[in-house]
């Protein structure tokens, strides 16, 4: 952590995906200024399109800007080795769109992935999985394969993957689109408890209900640019 506080720094950032003929396509990020403090929850919101999943995977390092300076953790990813990056990505825990299982694992392996990549010990990997599965409700479908799961099941297996080693940042993106509105409280629970143990949360949505449940900050973005941030 770098000594500011500051988890998250955007610095005029801007971001192009690749054109398809080559070279690069337009901005779809652009002139991005934030910083988000250690221990800060805040809403990404927008309409479709407006660049919250990119901004989200800029904040993963999954992509580097294409101007400007994202800085994550203390590791400014642009001039960041490739190498270093794993590392960093390590911390944070993500909670993919379309959520990401890996088909052939079970529930369990799933969830245990960022535990035995961190070299737990494998007792601790099973207590840890088991209680973060009973805590989501899964634990009766540990041994089932993401395709056997519900929509809903899956999605809580991708926030259990994302939350079990307790990362210092969690990105989440529209991480209750598939469960009910019960389920989408206990969840919301779940990641407000995390934020008051020191996680660092962003999560993007649509959801009205959701932001209302839980007064926070909100990022507004419009067309790859901040509209407002309230602090
Ligand atoms: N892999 C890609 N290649 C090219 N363009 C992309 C790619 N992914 C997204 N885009 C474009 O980038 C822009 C921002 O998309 P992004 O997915 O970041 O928005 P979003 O706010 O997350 O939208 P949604 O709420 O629908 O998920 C859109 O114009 C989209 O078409």
Redesign the pocket.
């Known amino acids: 952590m770098e000594p500011s506080g500051t988890v998250v720094r955007f610095d005029e950032v801007g971001f192009a ?2 054109a398809p003929g080559g070279g690069r ?1 337009p901005e ?1 990020l652009r002139g991005m200024s934030l910083a988000l403090d250690d221990g800060s929850f805040t809403w990404l919101l ?10 989200l995977r800029l904040m993963h390092a999954a992509l580097r800007p294409t101007r400007g300076a994202v800085e994550v953790l203390g590791v400014a990813t642009g001039p960041a080795a490739r190498g270093a990056l794993p590392v960093l990505r390590r911390k944070i825990g993500v909670v993919h ?1 379309d959520l990401r299982l890996l088909p052939h694992l079970s529930t369990f392996d799933n969830v245990a992935l960022p535990l035995r990549l961190a070299r737990r010990p494998e007792a601790r990997v099973a207590q840890e999985v088991t209680e973060m599965l009973t805590w989501i409700g899964l634990e009766h479908r540990a041994q089932a394969r993401p395709e056997e799961l519900s929509g809903g099941e899956q999605q809580r297996a991708a926030i259990a993957r994302a939350v079990v080693s307790r990362p210092a940042l969690l990105l989440a ?2 991480p209750t689109g598939n469960v009910d509105a019960a389920q989408a409280r206990r969840l919301l629970a779940l990641f407000a408890e995390m934020n008051r143990l020191g996680t660092t949360i962003v999560i ?1 949505t ?1 959801s009205e209900d959701l932001v209302g449940r839980f007064p926070a900050p909100m990022m507004r ?1 419009e067309r ?1 640019r901040i509209l407002d941030h309230d602090e």
């Open positions: 995906y690749p396509g779809v927008g309409p479709s399109g407006a660049g919250k999943t990119s901004a769109q993106d529209e993007a649509h973005l790859g």
